[in-house]
């Protein structure tokens, strides 16, 4: 199985939610009022997860999701689940931001849940974030691929297609892009060999080292998820491609539910 959850999630109705995340909220702002805001995610979370369980909710903290494709296998911790349907992500930061919302989409569109929420106890009164998303799983499994400028030049080439459209085919579209990233470095050796620092030249004159994604000693890969000015960010890889002595860099632009694949060369 692509993504493994360690039970069957619920479908949380909008009245339920709500009516569970007051009993949440109202334990979050006790638990600051009382600790203070120094205190490490750790602590928090567990006194949250207690006080919920003492007030009848089912509350599970660290509950474990899956996603493996071949021999790639990673897994993620819930902070909070409640009713076994609503994801609650627990943070200690100076202010919640984007990267935040992605992470908790993320496990919501792989547990297929709609509803989550964000909490932090770091601000001075306790920081919040709902997060929601209507996608299903099978709704995110139905993309449409574009080959039009992918040319593969070197021998891997076509594999780095080929198995960026299995992995979506298994896992879905619109995850988070560092997870389609991790199992193509995985499948091609780890970081250590894929990671690599390659000479940027102008003039024949070198001028520094850049850290790519390496297919093969002589092209490198990119996956991204770009969904506006996607020409303008074309134009910026290929001059940093046409700098290098790379042949070639495959790039895959998962935008929504259209995936494209693309050749820039040098």
């Not at 092209?219 to 770009?226: C, T, Y």
């Amino acid at each position: 199985m692509p993504v493994e959850l360690p039970f069957s999630f619920r479908a949380t109705e909008q009245d339920a939610f709500h009516a569970d995340d007051r009993i949440v909220m109202r334990h979050a702002f006790a638990i600051q009022n009382e600790f203070g805001r120094l205190l490490d995610e750790r602590i928090y979370q567990r006194e949250l997860t207690y006080r919920c369980q003492a007030d009848g909710l089912m509350a599970e903290t660290e509950v474990p999701l899956h996603v493996s494709y071949a021999t790639f296998r990673k897994i993620y911790y819930l902070d909070l689940l409640v009713s076994r349907g609503t994801i609650y992500e627990l943070k200690t930061v100076s202010a919640l931001a984007g990267v935040h919302e992605t992470q908790l989409l993320n496990y919501l569109l792989l547990a297929d849940q709609q509803h989550g929420k964000l909490v932090n106890f770091r601000t001075p009164s306790v920081e919040l974030r709902f997060v929601s998303t209507r996608l299903t799983t099978k709704r995110r499994k139905e993309v449409s691929f574009d080959h039009t400028n992918f040319h593969p030049a070197t021998p891997r080439g076509l594999w780095f297609a080929e198995t960026i459209r299995n992995i979506v085919a298994d896992w879905g579209a619109f995850l988070d892009v560092d997870l389609y990233r991790e199992a193509i470095v995985h499948l091609l050796g780890g970081k250590e060999l894929v990671s690599q620092s390659v000479e940027i030249v102008h003039d024949n004159r070198s001028i520094g080292m850049q850290k790519v994604d390496l297919l093969e000693p002589d092209a490198a890969f990119l996956i991204s998820s770009v969904t506006q000015r996607i020409q303008a960010y074309c134009q910026h890889l290929q001059r940093l491609v046409s700098h290098t002595r790379l042949k070639a860099l495959y790039w895959v632009n998962l935008n929504h539910h259209h995936i494209a694949f693309r050749t820039l060369s040098a």
